[in-house]
C-alpha cells in the first residue's frame, strides 16, 4: 500500500491492523516520539508488537501503569500515573491507557506528541465521557493522527462522530448538523437512530477511511460458522420473564393510546427499564439450560487424554451470574479452564492467554463479552459458544474473532444459545437491524449476522420470531447440534485438514 505521507496534517481512520500503523509510525520518524492510547487489557500487547516489529529498544517503550508491579521481564519502562511525583513521558514510544488520560491531561497537552495512535478507537464513542472529552484535544493536537478500529461502530452512526471529529474537525459545524443528516429514526432518544447510509459511508471513504475486511486481506483465514441452537426453558424458570413480558405488553398498549408527548416519553423510559429488567431475568432463566448444554459438550470430550488444540472453546456470556454458573459448574466437572472478565486485573489477563494457547490442559475459557471480547487472541479454540447474546452487534463480532484470527488453522463454529420467549426474541432482531445499517454506512452494503443452519429444540411456529431470512430445517436433537465439535475432537484428520472437510469459497 502506497501512502502520501507528505501534508502537514494526516489523518486517517484504519481498519483494525496494529503493525500497519506501527508500520506508518516509522515512515515518520522525525516527529517522534510516538503516544499510544488504548484499552488497558492492551498496553503491554502494544509493547511487545512494537519491539518485535521496529526492533528499537525495550527501555525506549515506555508504558503507563496505574501501579507498578510484577514481572517486568521484557525490560519496557514502567511508571505509575497514580504516584505522587511528576511523571515523564520521555519514551520513543509511550503507551497508556483511555482510563490513564483524563489524569494526564495536562502533561499530555504540554508535551510534544505529533504522532499519536488511538486503538480500538470506538472506546471514544460516548461524547459525554470523561475519556472522550480529554482524548480529542490530544488527537487534534497531533500532526499525525491513527485511528485503529474493526468496528468504529457498534450500534449506531452517531458512535462515529467524535472519532471523525478527531480527525477531520471542519465536516460538520456541531453534532445536531451530524445527526440531523445521519441519524434520524431513534426510539429511546434523540439521534439513535440512522439515515443516508450511503452518504456517510462515501464521505468517510473520500477524506479519512482506510478500510479492509478481513475476506479481502486475510486469504488463508478459513471460514466462520454461526449455528443458531435453541434451548428448551422447564417452565418453572421462565415464570418470571413471562410475567415481565405480559407487564411489556400492557405498557405497550399505553404509549400507543397516550396522546401526551411527554406521557410517551415518561412511558417509553420505563419501557426500555423493563427491557433491560427483562434482559436480566431472562439470564437467570437460561443458566439450567446452558449448564446442561455445556454438560452435553464436555461428556463428549475425550477424557482420557490432552485435548488437541482444536477441541478447546470459548463460552461468552454477559451477566456476572450467568458467569459465575457457568465457571462453577465447569470447576465442578475438573474442567481445567481459564476466565476473564471486568474483575480479571489487566496484568494478568496475557497470562490466563497464554495458558489457554498453550497448555493442551487447559480446555475452556470463560469469557465476559466485554472484557474477553476485545485485544486477546484465542485461536487454540476453534468453536465458540455464546450462551447470551448482546444488544451490540459490534460486541458479538469481536467477541467472535477472538478465535477467528491470524493464527486460526480450522473453521471457526459458532453457537448462539437462544431460548424462545425470552429477551433473545428481541435481542436478535435488534442486532440485526443495527447491523445492516452499520454494513451501508462502513462497507457500502447491508451486513447481517448470517446463519449457516439453525438448530431449534422447539417448533418451527416458535422458530420464525428469530430467524430473519432463513427457513428453519428439521429439529434435530440436542447431540445433533455438538456433532461436527465432537467428531473434530475425534478424528485427528478432519483437524489437522480442514480443507477436506471445510472447503474455502
Not at 451501508?440 to 452494503?445: E, I, N, R
Request: glycine fraction near 4%.
Amino acid at each position: 500500500m502506497v501512502m502520501d505521507l507528505n501534508p502537514l496534517v494526516w489523518n486517517i481512520f484504519f481498519s483494525k491492523w496494529n503493525p500497519l500503523a506501527i508500520a506508518v509510525a516509522s515512515c515518520v520518524r522525525e516527529s517522534w516520539p510516538v503516544l499510544i492510547l488504548t484499552p488497558s487489557s492492551l498496553r503491554l500487547h502494544w509493547a511487545s508488537m512494537i519491539q518485535q516489529w521496529l526492533n528499537i529498544p525495550s527501555s525506549d517503550i515506555l508504558v503507563v501503569l496505574s501501579q507498578c508491579g510484577g514481572s517486568n521481564k521484557s525490560g519496557f519502562s514502567l511508571v505509575s500515573y497514580n504516584t505522587k511525583g511528576t511523571i515523564h513521558l520521555d519514551g520513543l514510544f509511550n503507551i497508556l491507557s483511555y482510563d490513564a488520560v483524563p489524569k494526564l491531561q495536562n502533561l499530555l497537552m504540554s508535551s510534544e506528541f505529533k504522532v499519536v495512535i488511538a486503538d480500538e478507537s470506538h472506546f471514544l464513542k460516548n461524547a459525554q465521557a470523561k475519556r472522550t472529552t480529554s482524548t480529542l484535544p490530544v488527537i487534534k493536537k497531533a500532526q499525525y493522527a491513527i485511528l485503529l478500529s474493526g468496528t468504529p461502530a457498534l450500534s449506531r452512526p452517531i458512535e462515529l462522530f467524535k472519532q471523525l471529529e478527531a480527525l477531520y474537525p471542519d465536516v460538520f459545524k456541531n453534532v445536531h448538523e451530524y445527526g440531523n443528516r445521519y441519524c434520524k429514526g431513534g426510539i429511546f432518544g434523540m439521534y439513535q437512530g440512522a439515515s443516508n447510509h450511503e452518504e456517510l459511508h462515501n464521505l468517510m471513504k473520500a477524506t479519512l477511511m482506510i478500510r479492509r475486511l478481513k475476506k479481502d486481506v486475510l486469504y488463508e483465514l478459513p471460514m466462520k460458522r454461526r449455528q443458531q441452537v435453541f434451548l428448551d426453558l422447564a417452565e418453572k424458570d421462565t415464570k418470571q420473564v413471562n410475567a415481565l413480558f405480559h407487564e411489556l405488553e400492557i405498557l405497550k398498549g399505553k404509549i400507543k393510546a397516550s396522546n401526551s408527548k411527554e406521557e410517551v416519553d415518561a412511558l417509553k423510559f420505563a419501557e426500555k427499564n423493563l427491557i433491560n429488567k427483562i434482559f436480566t431475568e431472562s439470564a437467570e432463566a437460561k443458566i439450567p439450560a446452558v449448564v446442561d448444554y455445556l454438560a452435553t459438550m464436555i461428556e463428549h470430550l475425550p477424557s482420557h487424554s490432552p485435548l488437541k488444540a482444536g477441541c478447546k472453546f470459548l463460552i461468552f456470556a454477559h451477566h456476572q451470574s450467568m458467569i459465575d454458573s457457568i465457571h462453577q459448574f465447569l470447576l465442578k466437572k475438573k474442567v481445567d479452564c481459564i476466565r476473564i472478565d471486568g474483575n480479571t486485573p489487566a496484568a494478568s489477563r496475557q497470562a490466563l492467554v497464554i495458558d489457554f494457547q498453550e497448555k493442551d490442559s487447559v480446555k475452556v475459557a470463560v469469557l465476559s463479552i466485554r472484557a474477553g471480547g476485545v485485544g486477546l487472541t484465542l485461536t487454540a479454540a476453534s468453536t465458540v459458544v455464546f450462551a447470551e447474546l448482546s444488544w451490540t452487534p459490534g460486541d458479538l463480532i469481536q467477541a467472535e474473532d477472538r478465535a477467528h484470527r491470524i493464527g486460526q488453522a480450522s473453521s471457526v463454529n459458532i453457537y448462539y444459545l437462544l431460548a424462545n420467549d425470552t429477551v433473545d426474541d428481541i435481542i436478535w432482531d435488534v442486532v440485526q437491524s443495527k447491523l445492516e445499517n452499520l454494513g451501508q454506512m462502513l462497507d457500502g452494503h447491508e451486513n447481517t449476522l448470517e446463519v449457516a443452519a439453525s438448530q431449534p429444540k422447539s417448533s418451527p411456529a416458535k422458530q420464525r420470531t428469530l430467524n430473519l431470512s432463513l427457513q428453519p430445517k428439521s429439529s434435530p436433537s440436542k447431540q445433533t447440534t455438538l456433532d461436527s465439535f465432537i467428531k473434530r475432537c475425534n478424528n485427528t484428520d478432519d483437524y489437522e485438514n480442514p480443507k477436506l472437510k471445510y472447503p474455502r469459497q
